[in-house]
């Protein structure tokens, strides 16, 4: 356990729930009394801006659980599940995989890409199209013939009698304005409303699949588009009655990149959504069991899908292979432990909500 103080002496530094983890209900009093890139109160000198909170304590055992392939035929539900406190990344499904990934989640961390995708898939786009039809200052922007998809139908350049020129936006007259507005959002009327609603009920579904859970936008919460999809989303989960917290990062995790030249001696562009709950969970965790990290083609001469769910796959400047490198050095240093493969139960005991493991690894670390 000696070890992992060691790193989260170094991590601290960069993460805490306090400021990474923040309660989405305190936002508007954090907008008004924080600075962000601080966290102190504005017009201070210096003094901690403590007007916030976050539902995350300190913990003796940790999962944290990637998406990886290799968590199919596992048989890690249960062992994920035994640990006091279990941290997905993305919102990945979990019931029909349970038996390998567990069904249980205390913490769900979530990029930019996964909350455009939870809007899109809540249908929480309209608000930004009926947004912009009410504010006729929008019509200011070029930018809203990139941000309304509705704006490429036809009908809709006939209407305008408009040329794909984006100038077209600042000549608008209210007739002209009406009608392209009356034009997407019959555009929006004819898609495929059964598909739309069942991609929205699913999505609820997997909100609802741990109850308590903290739902968190690692990524920065003060800009317009991280705040407003947010706050579309709290919406959603207040209406429904849906038992999850949002949360919200006083600034993005992206800002914290030099932490990983301290750690691994790497420069990495764009550290994974995984590596950063890593990093975050070692602030909080005693222990940590890691799952479902592994970006290698193949195991033991079998192919292994990107995700356990999907094929997926990740870009360019995530440098995935040189991450899962740290893992296993890590691993072998007895700051986690990295589990690939297959779990066996029976090398251990489990009592009430939390694992207590006697395996060969502990003993040795």
């Given at each position: ?30 907008l008004k ?19 916030t ?6 913990y ?9 392939g290799?968590?199919l ?5 249960a ?5 006091e ?44 199209l ?14 809203v ?45 004819i ?24 739902f ?12 407003s ?14 038992p ?14 030099g ?17 950063n ?10 222990r ?8 290698l ?34 691993h ?28 060969s ?5």
């Amino acid at each position: 356990m000696e070890r992992i103080h060691q790193i989260r002496n170094i991590t601290r530094k960069y993460f805490d729930p306090k400021r990474n983890i923040i309660d989405f209900e305190d936002i508007d009093v954090f907008l008004k009394k924080c600075n962000p890139a601080s966290l102190t109160l504005l017009h201070s000198t210096g003094e901690p801006c403590d007007v916030t909170h976050t539902r995350v304590k300190h913990y003796r055992t940790c999962a944290v659980v990637g998406n990886g392939g290799i968590l199919l035929d596992s048989g890690c539900g249960a062992e994920i599940d035994a640990h006091e406190f279990v941290i997905r990344n993305n919102l990945p499904p979990t019931v029909l995989y349970a038996k390998d990934v567990g069904k249980n989640t205390n913490l769900t961390t979530i990029n930019y890409t996964t909350l455009r995708a939870v809007c899109t898939d809540l249908n929480l786009e309209a608000t930004k199209l009926g947004a912009f039809c009410t504010d006729l200052e929008a019509t200011k922007s070029g930018a809203v013939w990139t941000d309304l998809e509705a704006t490429k139908s036809g009908a809709v350049w006939t209407d305008l009698e408009a040329t794909k020129s984006g100038a077209v936006c600042t000549d608008l007259d209210a007739r002209k304005l009406e009608a392209f507005c009356i034009a997407a959002k019959n555009r929006s009327a004819i898609k495929d409303k059964e598909e739309e609603e069942e991609r929205r009920r699913a999505t609820l579904t997997r909100l609802r699949e741990s109850p308590g859970m903290i739902f968190s936008y690692s990524l920065s919460t003060v800009d317009s588009f991280g705040q407003s999809k947010l706050r579309a989303i709290d919406r959603v989960i207040r209406d429904n009655k849906i038992p999850v917290t949002l949360a919200f990062s006083h600034q993005s995790a992206m800002s914290n990149k030099g932490l990983y030249r301290k750690l691994a001696g790497k420069r990495w562009r764009l550290p994974s959504t995984g590596m950063n709950t890593f990093a975050l969970a070692s602030t909080f965790c005693d222990r940590i069991s890691m799952y479902g990290y592994y970006p290698l083609p193949t195991y033991n001469n079998r192919n292994v899908s990107y995700h356990y769910y999907d094929q997926g796959g990740y870009g360019p400047n995530h440098k995935m292979e040189e991450e899962y490198v740290m893992f296993q050095d890590f691993h072998n240093q007895g700051i986690i432990r990295l589990v690939i493969g297959k779990c066996n139960l029976t090398e251990g005991r489990l009592e009430g909500n939390n694992l207590f493991k006697e395996t060969s690894w502990y003993r040795k670390h």
